[in-house]
């Protein structure tokens, strides 16, 4: 799943994978979970997160490969983030012997992108996304106790920083796919369910 932060690929991607059984992966949680063990690959890839930077490709390459090997379906998350990183996943997919099926591009406008940003909160319990406004955490006893943090690097410099990224380095993977024949773009403006019926919608069509 391709896009720009803010998009929906998280929320998308848990949503088809609860419907599909294809296991989520999604980059920018392998890295969260690395900083929040403590690890040395944690305390190298910290700085990167924190200021919305890319963790450099030959980490985060290695870092995802592990997890491609262990399933036979998934839908991934966050990555590839450029060429180098398309190109390394194709050469780890023709080593699986594995095909993609699609490359799904959520697509919305930056101004939007930043309001869903900088109002998301993740709740520590459950890894579930909220917005402050537009679905907000329950509060008291509700089934979710939280606490709902907000990410690091959901802050409005990084933010910025993130979408530059995207424009110039992520966007250009369009292209990328349209070659190969298997871009599907999907208005991410839309309501969340209708997303999710547009992009099993798309999927579908590559299946047949
Ligand atoms: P995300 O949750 O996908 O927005 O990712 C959060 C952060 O993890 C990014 O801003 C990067 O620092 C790092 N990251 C996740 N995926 C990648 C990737 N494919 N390439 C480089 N860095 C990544």
């Known amino acids: 799943m391709l896009g720009p932060q803010g998009a929906g690929k998280g929320t998308q991607a848990q949503r088809i994978s609860r419907e599909t059984g294809a296991k989520h992966i999604a980059t920018g949680d392998l890295v969260r979970a690395e900083i929040k063990s403590g690890s040395e690959l944690g305390e190298a890839v910290k700085d990167y997160n924190n200021r919305g930077e890319l ?4 980490i985060i390459i290695e870092m995802t490969k592990p997890h491609l090997e262990k399933h036979d379906a998934w ?3 966050g990555f590839p983030r450029n ?3 398309a190109r390394a996943l194709d050469e780890a997919l023709e080593e699986l012997g594995l095909e993609l099926d699609a490359a799904v591009v959520l697509e919305a406008p930056d101004k ?3 309001e869903r940003l900088s109002g998301r909160r993740t709740s520590e319990a459950t890894g579930k996304i909220y917005h ?3 679905d907000p955490p ?3 006893d509700g089934e979710d106790p939280g606490p709902f943090i907000q990410r690091e690097d959901d802050r409005e410099e990084s933010i910025r920083r993130r979408l530059e990224i995207y424009h110039e380095h992520t966007k250009p993977l369009k292209d990328y796919y349209v070659e190969k024949d298997i871009l599907v773009t999907v208005d991410a403006t839309q309501a969340i369910p209708e997303v999710t019926k547009d992009v099993m919608a ?4 590559k299946d047949a």
């Open 55 to 58: 963790v450099p490709d030959e």
């Open 112 to 114: 939007e992108l930043v």
């Open 202 to 205: 798309a999927l579908e069509r």
């Open 132 to 134: 402050v406004e537009h």
């Open 83 to 85: 060429e180098a990183q």
């Open 138 to 140: 329950p509060e008291g």
């Open 75 to 77: 839908l991934l998350d």
